[in-house]
């Protein structure tokens, strides 16, 4: 690592804390004058950013917008929260096999899962 960086990993606990950390979440308002001249005024207003500090994996959240934005290196998913016609049901794609999870890994992660939003 580099002086700085050092400084700054020690500052906050050390190298060992960090890896205790699997996320960090954040509760923002991103807004500005450039949102509104592209259409998208209150876009990113009231969402939650939850940084993967293990994988490079970045999960937005909406609240009350029934959505999540999922972004990785290999692809970004936009879904919907509440998918209660998935659970139960076989779901394939034609994905090559991979490593990260495909859409359709994806789909049934949010369809299986408890309402995290409220």
Partial sequence: MTKLLDIAVEAHGGLDRWRQIS?????????????????????????????????????????????????????????????????GKNLACGCEPRIEPCHADVLLEHANEKDTMN
């Fill in 23 to 87: 996320s960090i979440s954040v509760a923002a308002s991103i807004t500005g004058a450039i949102w509104f001249v592209k259409g998208k005024g209150d876009f990113l207003k009231e969402v939650v950013l939850t940084a993967d500090t293990k994988t490079e994996r970045l999960t937005v959240d909406f609240p009350g917008q029934d959505k999540r934005a999922i972004f990785t290196p290999a692809r970004i998913v936009v879904v919907k929260l509440k998918c209660s016609e998935l659970p």
